[in-house]
């Protein structure tokens, strides 16, 4: 596809389950970015990866939450016992070089989202 | 501690008139400036972005402004249309990190 894409585009669980959400960035962009927008919030930071590796998780808010690009396209963002404040919007983006070369940062194109709601 | 504020949560504009949205930061590492607009159920879209070497940047309808010395940036949408009516989204980016750092959103509703 032309853009990013994001499955599912809506996740209803309940608390203390355990969720994957998908992102599929542009072909050929070695970074990918996730992203959480609450309501009422700009999207917040989550996990930066650059290929396969994660070059800075620094936003994961605790240790449910994890990251994968296995093979540095497809990323699943993990949440493991979820919690009623984890319902939010998560996007994810991607760049074709991204960051840390010295100057600034490519373009950073998003897909839709993924609404989560916990209940 | 917000790093980029839009203070303005909602704007409203007569269509042909011009839109200015604001922005301040607080992070003086800061080193490049975009806009985001967002429609609902969609992803944020890249709209314009400025490097702090600059103090102005501008494509078609839209330019922005950036104030080093006051942190602080404005786009300018001229003249407005019904369908620039959406969410914009200022965001900072500096240093090696990957991640931008976006302000609140402020809504843009363009009226006919």
């Known amino acids: 596809g032309a853009g990013v894409s994001q499955t599912p585009s809506n996740k209803v669980t309940e608390k203390g389950k355990y969720v994957e959400l998908r992102c599929d960035p542009i072909?050929?962009?070695?970074?990918l970015y996730w992203y959480r927008q609450s309501l009422g919030q700009g999207p917040e930071f989550l996990i930066y990866?650059?290929?396969?590796?994660?070059?800075?998780d620094s936003g994961l808010p605790n240790d449910r939450f994890f990251a994968v690009r296995p093979e540095g396209s497809v990323s699943t963002l993990k949440i493991q016992r979820t919690e009623r404040g984890d319902s939010a919007v998560y996007l994810c983006?991607?760049?074709?070089?991204?960051?840390?070369?010295?100057?600034?940062?490519?373009?950073?194109?998003f897909g839709p989202g993924t609404r989560l709601t916990v209940l | 501690d917000q790093q980029v504020k839009q203070n303005s949560p909602s704007l409203s504009v007569q269509e042909g008139r011009i839109s200015i949205l604001n922005c301040d930061y607080t992070?003086?590492?800061?080193?490049?400036f975009l806009w985001y607009k967002k429609y609902p159920a969609e992803g944020p879209t890249f709209l314009i972005s400025?490097?702090?070497?600059?103090d102005k940047n501008e494509d078609g309808r839209f330019t922005v402004f950036l104030n080093k010395s006051a942190k602080h940036l404005s786009l300018h949408i001229v003249p407005s249309q019904p369908g620039d009516s959406a969410v914009y989204f200022c965001a900072g980016y500096g240093g090696s990190q990957g991640n931008l750092i976006f302000g609140k959103g402020t809504k843009l509703s363009v009226k006919p």
């Open positions: 072909s050929g962009h070695t970074a």
């Open positions: 990866f650059q290929g396969t590796g994660a070059a800075d």
């Open positions: 992070n003086s590492m800061f080193d490049y």
């Open positions: 983006a991607s760049s074709l070089t991204g960051s840390g070369q010295g100057y600034y940062t490519d373009t950073q194109y």
């Open positions: 400025i490097s702090s070497i600059k």
